[in-house]
């Protein structure tokens, strides 16, 4: 497929004998060992890689100097070149492999690191990841060729024209291929129809003419192509040839044989579009004289000179050095143009050179004028495809101001060193240099001014041995860190003083290079006055503790002094006016002493859900329907002067908890609400049904989920950010002493907290306050009112119905047995938990048990119920408590039939919950 000059390169096999078939197969090998050789001493660096883990199958010797001579072979990249993978070049070759695509990069930058932590080196480099497809068209490897510019000079342009020589050639991989059918006429070849084509001939010809005849769509093509193909369908004899094809306008390797059956004159061509290879060897000679260009205008001596010591080359700078014209300078001996003393200097070196070693000296090489020069000479070999060297590059180069500025660097880093050396004798700190082993390499004076061992001493043994048994585990799992490659920075331990005292020592330490450097301080009198300030912290918070309870004990004193006055007035008052027969006002008596009663068993309860201990009653409660009921009796204890206002929501959630603690932490909201509005104000009480997903819990402290949240906000005077923080301690309170327990909002936070839920104080100064209850929803119905009944509307007991009663208080158990016998009922009494289990494990028929949690005789009121049930498993148990832990009632989960009512109790709901007990039974 060409026209101009060719060359028949093939051989008919057929026609060979055997000798001549070795002599071809030796040809071969030789021309393939010949290739390899070419390869491996190409100028540019050149690496095959291999499926999707770009694995290294092939390398020249250029690839491994850009790579600091590391084993790759059998590698991937990514293992064999860390360095690489970090810079992203095999995210580039992911690219290449997933696309098809090259990538060609120019000057890109690679930081040459061959072993972690080692030195690196800054290169430059002009490179091409050239995808390799199999027969198939999918990518199986990519070709990696490029050159190292880093030492970038006016050659750049002849580096480029190789650049782009070698593109050239990868982009003409894949091979042009097509069979096509001769026509003669007689023995001469006319036409030739395109049978067959595969896409890269329509690539390089620019011509999608499969099923056409040549004539019909090339009618001008040079009869070159007709004769050549037309004598290989002929006489079968392959053809290997070049050519020019002018109605392409393009050059083409070309290889022809026949194929198929003869008689159907079928030839199958392979072709190359060689058009830029031939245009790049134009140019490259082009690129000769340019390099001359570029060579002479170097300030640096460049020369070649064979291994005969005769000049090859010469650039324009020998005649700045030597005063004498490069073209002289070519085909001169060495020794000639040296002289003999030059020449003796530079002959061992260049001896080593030809032996096939890369040299570099520095020697004197005066100016012309006399001045001193220092000149950096580098030999380096040239070997042939035989590997034999034929000759040496030299490049020379004045580095006199480069040996000053070293010199001035040595003097500077000695005069750092003699500071460092100073520093280190004088400081106070302990600094020193240890080991892996576990020995100090050495330490500064400050360490046996510290430890009272000399530093003889504390070389001749392991660290260990001084470090404070305590603190050995710490120290070596520090040591291990360094190890590592850890920094242990603000590391403490103890060492022991040569007197025998221990020593706090505070490390900041690095592993460098195999050893550990470390800057250690005395840090024994913080530590010593740290614990002195601990001491006094414990000291002030245990005075704090004290004030706190003497304000709690007084508040307590003088409530409970006020409520027991009208509980003991009442009282003699009523036994005064008995003993004079007038009975008229003992009705008005008994008023004042139960209301103070009720009052004390209110502050006991505050008492009890300050500590989180109060037993609760949780039912399903409907706290809209809650707070309506009680809304009358918040309006007549904030005043005329506070406006209240309800908002409700429509399809409130229900909420599991104890309604009467909900009411009294509501009115103790109201009531400070109130408080906090001397000259009157709004109190709005608002319920909501809230999701707290995982970031609100963690911001408020409990679990994600569903609550029911009942918020009181008051217009009032607001608090400071200290005050909020402390409203939910026990015993703080903002009221004259005397006036208030500071039990408050500690009783509203342990009921919530109890509960399950939670509860947060938002305040601004002058802006108001807004407190939030958040209860566990209940996901079910709230139970209908509990309406207490009067003692005289209980129904009666049934014939024989008999309840035991246990309990350690005397009072409680009359009592209790008075209301029972009110009843009908029979009561059997019983003062300890061991009385009350033999009655249970009697044969007495027993309706109910009514028992106090808290009791004598080493077992308490639930226990005592479980063993009873033993023998009796459907006993009805009813636990009446003032104080009780919840893990004893099983944290407010009870077994069916049993029941808790708290003390005090009004004695009606007493009677109503004993006789729905036995009802229900």
């Known amino acids: 497929m060409s026209a101009g000059t060719s060359q028949d390169v093939s051989h008919d096999p057929e026609t060979l004998s055997r000798e001549q078939l070795e002599a071809e197969v030796r040809l071969l090998r030789a021309q393939s060992a010949s290739l390899a050789q070419m390869f ?56 290449v492999f997933r696309s098809g695509r090259p990538h060609r990069a120019t000057a890109a930058r690679f930081d040459v690191q061959a072993a972690p932590g080692g030195p690196v080196h800054e290169r430059y480099l002009d490179f091409v990841y050239q995808p390799i497809t199999d027969a198939n068209g999918a990518v199986s490897g990519i070709f990696v060729e490029g050159h190292d510019v880093t030492e970038r000079t006016l050659a750049e342009a002849a580096l480029r024209e190789n650049e782009a020589r070698y593109r050239t050639l990868f982009e003409s991989i894949e091979v042009g291929f097509c069979i096509v059918e001769m026509k003669f006429e007689g023995p001469r070849a006319v036409d030739y129809r395109i049978v067959e084509a595969n896409p890269a001939f329509v690539r390089q010809t620019g011509a999608d003419v499969a099923g056409q005849w040549v004539s019909a769509f090339a009618p001008n093509l040079e009869r070159h192509w007709f004769d050549t193909y037309g004598r290989v369908a002929l006489t079968g004899e392959p053809a290997h040839f070049e050519h020019y094809a002018d109605v392409f306008g393009r050059w083409f390797d070309v290889r022809a044989l026949r194929t198929g059956d003869p008689a159907s004159h079928r030839v199958a061509i392979f072709f190359s579009d060689i058009t830029d290879r031939r245009t790049m060897e134009a140019r490259a000679e082009a690129g000769e004289r340019e390099l001359r260009l570029i060579t002479d205008a170097l300030p640096v001596l460049i020369s070649f000179i064979g291994a005969d010591h005769v000049y090859r080359f010469a650039n324009r700078a020998y005649d700045e050095w030597f005063s004498v014209p490069a073209e002289r300078i070519i085909g001169r001996d060495v020794r000639d143009l040296l002289g003999p003393e030059a020449y003796a200097a530079r002959r061992p070196f260049m001896d080593r050179a030809l032996a096939g070693e890369a040299v570099t000296f520095d020697l004197d090489w005066p100016h012309r004028d006399g001045r001193s020069r220092v000149a950096e000479i580098r030999y380096l070999p040239r070997r042939t495809t035989e590997g034999r060297v034929d000759g040496i590059h030299v490049f020379v180069q004045d580095v006199t101001a480069r040996k000053q500025t070293e010199a001035d660097l040595e003097r500077q880093v000695a005069a750092r060193t003699a500071e460092r050396d100073q520093v280190w004798q004088a400081s106070s700190d302990l600094l020193c240099v240890a080991n892996f082993d576990g020995y100090f390499l050495s330490l500064n004076p400050a360490w046996p001014r510290t430890l009272g061992w000399s530093e003889a001493e504390m070389k001749a043994r392991p660290f260990l041995d001084f470090v404070h048994p305590d603190d050995v585990a710490v120290t070596v799992e520090a040591a291990r860190g360094l190890a590592r490659g850890e920094a242990q920075l603000t590391f403490e331990n103890r060492y022991r003083h040569k007197d ?50 003497g304000q709690l004990t007084g508040g307590l004193a003088h409530d409970f002094n006020n ?85 409700g929501l429509a399809g409130l959630w229900p909420a599991l908890i104890d309604p009467g603690q909900l009411e009294n932490a509501l009115l103790n909201l109201c009531i400070n609400a109130r408080d906090a509005m001397p000259d009157g104000g709004r109190i709005t009480i608002e319920t909501a049904n809230t999701w707290i997903d995982e970031s609100g819990g963690r911001r408020h402290d409990m679990p994600a989920g569903q609550y029911l949240g009942v918020c009181v906000t008051d217009t009032g005077t607001g608090m400071a950010p200290d005050l909020v923080a402390k409203v939910f301690e026990p015993f703080f309170t903002t009221k004259p002493t005397g006036e208030g327990t500071g039990l408050g909002l500690s009783m509203v936070y342990g009921f919530a907290r109890q509960s399950g839920g939670q509860v947060r104080i938002y305040s601004e100064v002058g802006q108001g306050t807004t407190v939030c209850l958040y209860l566990p929803r209940h996901y079910g119905e709230a139970d209908a009112d509990d309406v207490t009944r009067k003692l005289a509307e209980i129904r009666r007991a049934g014939q024989g119905e008999t309840v035991l009663i246990v309990d350690d208080e005397p009072s409680v158990r009359m009592l209790v047995t008075e209301v029972l016998e009110d009843l009908g009922y029979t009561a059997i009494e019983a003062a300890d938990s061991i009385a009350g289990l033999k009655v249970l494990q009697s044969d007495v028929r027993i309706d109910l048990l009514v028992t106090d949690v808290g009791l004598p005789g080493g077992m308490n009121g639930r226990q005592m119920a479980d063993a009873g049930r033993e023998r009796r498993p459907d006993l009805k148990v009813l636990f009446i408590t003032g104080y009780a832990e919840n893990a004893v009632l099983g944290n407010g989960h009870l077994r069916p039939g049993m029941q808790v009512l708290t003390k005090p109790f009004v004695l009606e709901t007493l009677a109503s919950r004993i006789r729905d007990l036995i009802a229900d039974a």
């Open 40 to 95: 491996e001493q190409a100028p540019s660096f050149i690496a095959l890689l291999t499926g999707p883990e770009h694995r290294f199958v092939l390398t020249n010797a250029a690839y491994q100097r850009a790579i600091d001579h590391r084993a790759v072979l059998g590698r991937t990249v990514a293992q064999a070149l860390p360095d690489a993978a970090a810079q992203g070049y095999v995210d580039l070759l992911d690219a």
């Open 563 to 647: 409520l027991l006055a009208g509980i003991s007035g009442s009282l003699e008052l009523m036994q005064t006016r008995m003993s004079q027969g007038r009975i008229g006002d003992l009705d008005r008596y008994m008023t004042v002493a139960q209301g103070a009663a009720k009052r004390a068993a209110a502050l006991t309860h505050r008492l009890l859900a300050f500590s989180r201990r109060q037993t609760l009653d949780p039912k399903p409660t409907d706290v809209d329907r809650l707070i309506r009921g009680m809304e009358e009796l918040v309006r007549r204890t904030v005043g005329p002067a506070i406006h209240l206002e309800v908002v």
């Open 500 to 549: 025998g005292h221990a020593v706090w020592l505070s490390w900041n330490a690095v592993p460098r290079d195999g050893l550990i450097y470390a800057s250690v301080r005395d840090v024994t009198a913080v530590k010593d006055q740290t614990e002195a300030l601990r001491l006094t912290e414990e000291a002030l918070r245990q005075s704090q503790k004290m004030e706190a309870v």
